[in-house]
């Protein structure tokens, strides 16, 4: 497809970890990206991955990439309060064209 | 300051009317990048430039934007005759060189537009 998807929402308990999906849209992309944005602030990077890799671990945050199925998770570990936010995922295609998904919004239920 | 900064933060006009976008960005940084967020929708990438000059331009949603940036630094984003689907959040982003790589990017808080 010719856009990046993300699901909309997603709702996660204090404390559990949350799973973000995303599918991007060229199998020759370079950099996968994950961003978190707040309510009413800029766009803050997370953490990004090189598509030789598999897998990027940063303290809570887990990126996973699986170049077959084009198909990129952010995986946040302890949940808390402060993990909401909007995420959107981000690729650099082939032809170096930068393309965001639309986002996820991660609500955290007490 | 330390970070790119946008003015204004928030700018309600008018539908025909004419408004100018403003960026700062980080000092010494040579590419400059546009973004549009619109409600609900990830940033769609609007126009590139490395110094002065605007090598991709090809974001540009119409003719009826237009951007500059004079001396290497500040950049102005134009939008003539707005239309309602112009209200968005328009994001700059600078970066010290124009690799294109997101996380050489440094973006600034945005500008919230509405055209009513």
């Known amino acids: 497809g010719e856009d990046v998807e993300q699901s909309l929402f997603l709702s996660v308990r204090e404390g559990d970890s949350s799973v973000i999906n995303c599918t991007y849209t060229?199998?020759?992309?370079?950099?996968l990206y994950w961003y978190k944005q707040e309510p009413g602030a800029g766009l803050q990077l997370l953490t990004y991955?090189?598509?030789?890799?598999d897998m990027k671990q940063d303290q809570r945050l887990t990126v996973l990439l699986n170049k077959k199925d084009k198909h990129l998770s952010l995986r946040i570990a302890d949940t808390q309060t402060g993990d909401s936010a909007i995420y959107f995922c981000?690729?650099?295609?082939?032809?170096?064209?930068?393309?965001f998904g639309k986002g996820t919004r991660l609500h955290i239920l007490p | 300051g330390a970070g790119v900064s946008q003015s204004p933060s928030n700018k309600v006009t008018e539908k025909g009317k004419d408004v100018e976008l403003r960026c700062d960005p980080i000092?010494?940084?040579?590419?400059l990048y546009w973004y549009r967020q619109s409600l609900g929708q990830g940033l769609e990438f609007l126009i590139y430039?490395?110094?002065?000059?605007?090598?991709?331009k090809s974001g540009l949603p119409s003719d009826r934007f237009s951007a500059e940036r004079t001396g290497g630094s500040v950049s102005t984003l134009t939008i003539q005759r707005t239309q309602q689907e112009d209200s968005a959040v328009y994001l700059c982003?600078?970066?010290?060189?124009?690799?294109?790589?997101?996380?050489?990017?440094?973006f600034g808080p945005g500008t919230r537009l509405l055209v009513l």
């Open positions: 000092s010494g940084h040579t590419a």
């Open positions: 430039f490395q110094g002065n000059s605007a090598p991709d």
């Open positions: 982003a600078s970066s010290p060189s124009g690799s294109g790589r997101l996380e050489t990017q440094y």
């Open positions: 060229d199998s020759s992309s370079t950099y």
């Open positions: 991955i090189f598509s030789n890799m």
């Open positions: 981000a690729e650099i295609r082939g032809d170096d064209k930068i393309i």
